[in-house]
């Protein structure tokens, strides 16, 4: 089972379209979570990291759930610049590197 | 500050060629790594570096070799390349590696083709 599992997509969405991306973690011991960007044929960026109280970055809100292992990313008012793929990121308690496991992404496309 | 530069961009080998990825970090930052993307695969790790002179083995680092040359470089070399090595292949640093809330920044990652 690979350590992050995220919906397929690809997801089409219009323009000011609400959009939710879902994420599951296999490893319970895992201490810090995040959402990657990665443009087409570009390297992957930091889009924000999720807090376990939820958390909130204009149009981005990202929850956690512990207890299920799940993580969302929800995109509201989507823009045309929004189109990218979403990696679900997660480092795990214990490793003395910050070493991260990515999710295979989601792929977004907003039309206009 | 440049961040995280890679060379080359791209690079067409034939089997069982060799060849080495540079990567260079200018934020100062003490860990450095070399992950693989492959279609439907998601990043995998291949090697990392906690801090100059260390280095260990990812999830993938079967057919690579690195070398934390100082600070700011670290380098991946395929001995003899196979098809199997085809992929985008990106650096990436942090300033502590020591986990938590600590942003990985990535290079524009080499795209290699091995025929």
């Known amino acids: 089972r690979k350590e992050v599992e995220q919906d397929p997509g690809p997801f089409n969405v219009p323009e000011g379209a609400t959009v939710a991306f879902n994420c599951t973690y296999s490893?319970?011991?895992?201490?810090?979570f995040f959402w990657y960007r990665q443009d087409c044929r570009k390297e992957p960026k930091l889009l924000m990291s999720?807090?376990?109280s939820g958390n909130e970055d204009g149009r981005f809100t990202a929850q956690l759930n512990r207890a299920s292992q799940y993580i969302s990313l929800l995109i509201r008012d989507s823009k045309l610049s929004d189109s990218a793929t979403y990696l679900c990121?997660?480092?795990?308690?214990?490793?003395?590197?910050?070493?991260?496991?990515f999710g295979r992404g989601t792929q977004l496309t907003v039309w206009p | 500050n440049a961040g995280v530069t890679q060379t080359p961009k791209f690079q067409v080998l034939k089997t069982g060629q060799s060849m080495t990825l540079q990567c260079a970090q200018d934020?100062?930052?003490?860990?450095m790594y070399w992950y693989r993307q492959d279609p439907g695969m998601g990043l995998r790790l291949i090697y990392y570096?906690?801090?100059?002179?260390?280095?260990d083995k990812g999830e993938v680092p079967n057919g690579y070799n690195v070398s934390r040359l100082n600070k700011r470089e670290f380098s991946l070399r395929l001995e003899s390349a196979a098809p199997s090595q085809t992929s985008v292949y990106f650096c990436?640093?942090?300033?502590?590696?020591?986990?938590?809330?600590?942003?990985?920044?990535f290079g524009p990652g080499t795209r290699l083709l091995v025929l």
């Open positions: 934020m100062n930052h003490n860990s």
């Open positions: 990121v997660v480092n795990q308690r214990g490793s003395t590197l910050g070493r991260l496991y």
């Open positions: 990436a640093s942090s300033a502590h590696g020591t986990g938590g809330q600590e942003t990985q920044y």
């Open positions: 570096s906690a801090s100059e002179g260390t280095t």
């Open positions: 999720v807090y376990s």
């Open positions: 490893n319970s011991a895992s201490q810090s």
